[in-house]
């Protein structure tokens, strides 16, 4: 087991210092092929360790295993461990494979990029960023984890680094990320300062036995809570990952689906004692999700570019997972998570497919008709599509559908508002994905779009390396939900009993009637954006509504007025009052004086030989004399 | 002990020292001031070999060897470049010699 999490950590590490290193030396088409490769063997690793994992005991596949002490200051030290339990092991399971099979979608879509090589490094280091962030056996471990997914993600992001969008998305998406962090990493000294340790064990016995007082626990979750929110873009952290569709399309599969944004649900499962000991945090956690499902649903159904109608579902979708372990249905949410994956990145995926198909348009106005064209995309994107709505029996109903019965089986207001909440997302994902599909793969193909930008125009569906992978994704999107059937059998749910136990357990019953409602309001939202396509409708009328969520809800512009502008005027200000004329002229001016001494003083320099010679004699003996006076 | 007193040899020494800093300072042929240092050198092995047998110690007996190593070292570079200069048909004049002048 701890053989197999090795292999898994490292392999992906290993891939991207091997292309490193390479350098040109490796053709582009092997750099994919070794970055692919490393990624799979890191899965092999993965399954390896998951065998053995299943082949023990309940209560014995949680292993902490330690390289070395890595840091040390007096009583306090933390070391290299990894953890290895059925949270982490699903986590990594998903991490490769449905990464591997994204990587191994780029080999195709990234043909003929001038770039290959230092993409395919950096899949495999995000893949390799995220594997240590989820197998991470201390929080130490895991913020550097957390800060490697940032930096990844970051590189990926800016990928096209002559488009100044792209660069200007990277450099949001670290700004929001590094945010996160640091408010974690308080939460982290916070923890230090308390309880003396980082340790997984320690860190959640203090928070358990209440030795802690309410406000330090409630500070650590909140820094935890602010880690989790900004990486797995909820509101108010959410603005950077819209803009991060600038990177490649596989990126955006890879960071929606496998890695990164499932990071803060992966946390709050992970740390779930401490979310415990501070109801009100958990709670807060539950509504944020709420509030981001609903925003980023209605915000989802009036944009025009095809990923970014796609990241907007991610976001909402995420939201699910935080009310699912807001309120303590940990298994759930990971369910949740397991299924999105499949589905999302399908979703990406495919999409990707369409945008080589039309050289790069991903304005879905210019689209329309794709079904022919693209038979086998139109069929893979309707199953991702229904998966997302929550149809059965594809995955997205199973996961989703149990996360609303645990949000009515907690009850009281909070559940309630939860409850209705989730099911108003669920009516809204019917109808932006339901708008999304029509209008690319339905009606009337629009006018040849222009070959301007973007990728050579590859038509048709493209190699069997793209083909694959999607295919792949689609049957997982239909089986995996099957890993947990209400009332008939839960082996997910038991899996990771061990490590996260649920607080609520929802009867049959009211799974059974939280799906009949989502599905008939999914199904209802669908029927509606159905409806409007045939009628040529667009879903929101024009007018204040629609500019707003246009402008999806002013988020940057505020942002932008609050933070950036000062933050702009003050540094300008700066530069202009003291950088300029204080530090710049400082310096000129220490120069000049250098310059002028260093002429004075070489008039010293005769050139003559006897005036050196007497300098010296002279010198020597007015020390000597002084020498003998002093003594 | 046979011969002069110690005092003596260092009376010597200086008398040799004076010497050597008086042709270093007045003469203009490098040729005479390299000579000058081999004096103003050498009468400090005096002043070293009369110490040393001053304590009886063997020690100020290595250190003028040691400065008789350097010093024929010091020639060998010294003679080199006056050679050199001779060769290029330079003036051999310390006091004409003055390119270094900052």
Redesign the interface.
């Known amino acids: 087991m701890v053989f197999g999490s090795w292999v898994c950590l490292l392999a992906p590490l290993a891939g991207f210092l091997a292309i490193l290193a390479a350098g040109s030396r490796l053709t582009r088409s092997q750099a994919g092929i070794v970055s692919t490769g490393s990624v799979f063997v890191g899965f092999a690793g993965a399954v390896v360790a998951f065998v053995d994992a299943w082949g023990r005991d309940a209560d014995e596949r949680g292993e902490l295993t330690t390289a070395w002490t890595w840091l040390k200051a007096g009583e306090f030290q933390v070391g290299l461990e990894l953890l290895i339990d059925p949270l982490s092991l699903v986590m990594m399971l998903v991490v490769t494979g449905v990464g591997g099979l994204i990587v191994l979608y780029s080999v195709g879509y990234m043909a003929g990029d001038d770039e290959e090589r230092r993409y395919f490094a950096y899949m495999a280091f995000f893949v390799f960023s995220m594997l240590l962030l989820v197998q991470g056996g201390n929080l130490l471990v895991l913020l550097v984890g957390w800060g490697l997914v940032g930096l990844a993600s970051y590189l990926l992001i800016g990928f096209h680094h002559e488009r100044a969008s792209a660069v200007a998305a990277a450099k949001k998406a670290f700004v929001v990320n590094a945010l996160g962090d640091a408010i974690m990493a308080l939460g982290f000294f916070l923890a230090i300062a308390k309880v003396g340790s980082l340790d997984f064990g320690v860190v959640f016995e203090a928070a358990e036995s209440g030795e802690l007082s309410d406000t330090v626990v409630a500070l650590v979750a909140l820094g935890l809570l602010g880690g989790a929110v900004a990486k797995s873009a909820q509101i108010p952290f959410h603005t950077w990952l819209p803009d991060a569709m600038e990177g490649p399309t596989p990126v955006s599969a890879l960071i929606h689906a496998a890695t990164m944004v499932t990071a803060g649900v992966y946390l709050i499962c992970r740390t779930h004692p401490v979310f415990e000991a501070a109801p009100d945090v958990q709670a807060l956690a539950a509504v944020l999700g709420l509030i981001t499902l609903l925003v980023a649903g209605v915000v989802a159904l009036v944009q025009w570019d095809l990923k970014r109608v796609i990241a907007y579902s991610t976001m909402s979708q995420i939201g699910y997972m935080f009310v699912g372990a807001g309120v303590g249905a940990y298994g759930f949410a990971m369910f949740h998570l397991v299924t999105h994956a499949f589905f999302k990145a399908l979703l990406f995926l495919a999409a990707g497919i369409v945008i080589h198909h039309l050289a790069g348009e991903q304005d879905i106005r210019r689209m329309g008709g794709l079904r022919r064209a693209l038979p086998t995309t139109n069929l893979t994107f309707l199953i991702g599509t229904l998966a997302l709505v929550g149809i059965p029996p594809l995955a997205g109903f199973w996961s989703k559908d149990a996360i609303l019965a645990s949000a009515l089986d907690e009850g009281g207001a909070l559940g309630w508002i939860l409850y209705v909440g989730g099911l108003l997302g669920a009516f809204l994902t019917g109808l932006y994905s339901l708008r999304l599909y029509l209008r690319v793969f339905h009606g009337e193909p629009a006018a040849e779009p222009a070959q301007a930008h973007g990728h050579e125009a590859h038509r048709g569906e493209g190699p069997r390396s793209m083909t694959l992978p999607v295919l792949v994704l689609a049957a997982g999107s239909v089986v995996v939900g099957l890993l947990n059937i209400p009332g008939v059998w839960h082996p997910f749910e038991d899996w990771l009993e061990p490590v996260a136990e649920s607080l609520v357990h929802p009867s049959t019953g009211e799974e059974w009637l939280s799906s009949a409602l989502a599905v008939g309001l999914g199904g209802l939202g669908a029927l509606l954006a159905w409806r409007a396509f045939q009628a040529g409708r667009e879903l929101v009328p024009d007018g204040a509504v629609r500019r707003t969520l246009e402008h999806k809800l002013w988020f940057d512009e505020l942002y932008d007025t609050v933070f950036s502008r000062p933050a702009q005027t003050v540094a300008v200000a700066l530069r202009d009052r003291f950088e300029t004329p204080v530090v710049q002229g400082g310096l000129d001016e220490v120069a000049e004086g250098t310059l002028r001494g260093a002429a004075a003083t070489s008039s010293a320099q005769s050139g003559l030989l006897r005036t050196y010679a007497l300098a010296i004699t002279i010198s020597v003996s007015i020390l000597a004399l002084v020498f003998l006076v002093v003594r | 002990m046979m011969g002069p007193g110690v005092p003596w040899y260092l009376a010597v020494s200086a008398m040799l020292f004076s010497i050597g ?1 008086a042709g ?2 007045l003469r ?1 042929s490098p040729l005479i ?1 390299l000579l000058s240092l081999e004096i103003m050198l050498n009468s400090a092995n005096l002043a070293f070999v009369g110490f040393s047998r001053l304590f009886g110690e063997m020690d100020g007996q290595v250190f003028a060897l040691a400065v008789m190593a350097v010093a024929a070292a010091e020639v060998c570079v010294g003679l080199g470049l006056i050679v050199a200069m001779a060769r290029r048909n330079l003036i051999l004049d ?2 004409r ?6």
């Open positions: 800093v270093v300072l203009r001031v310390v006091d010699l003055t390119e270094l002048r900052g």
